[in-house]
């Protein structure tokens, strides 16, 4: 019994070693593509957008009565 845990574990292991950089590699790309689109639009611009997303979506401001 034992050895059979072990060949199922071993065979586990090779299927995981062997698959694993094929499996990651779109996910890789995913992640390159975002930092050249990050990379490519300047600074500025991301923080104008995050203001005006900010504001636009902003909840209601009430007044406080006293």
Same mark, same amino acid.
């Given at each position: 019994?034992?050895?059979?845990?072990?060949?199922?574990?071993?065979?586990?292991?090779?299927?995981?070693?062997? +698959?694993?950089? #094929?499996? =990651?590699?779109?996910?890789?790309?995913?992640? !390159?593509?975002?930092? @050249?689109? &990050?990379?490519?639009?300047?600074?500025?611009?991301? +923080?104008?957008? #995050?203001? =005006?997303?900010?504001?636009?979506?902003?909840? !209601?401001?009430?007044? @406080?009565? &006293?």
């Amino acid at each position: 019994m034992l050895r059979i845990i072990a060949w199922v574990l071993l065979a586990l292991y090779l299927l995981t070693v062997g +698959l694993w950089p #094929a499996a =990651i590699a779109p996910v890789t790309a995913t992640f !390159a593509g975002f930092g @050249a689109i &990050l990379g490519a639009v300047p600074t500025s611009a991301w +923080l104008l957008a #995050a203001v =005006i997303t900010w504001l636009r979506h902003c909840p !209601a401001r009430t007044h @406080a009565t &006293l």
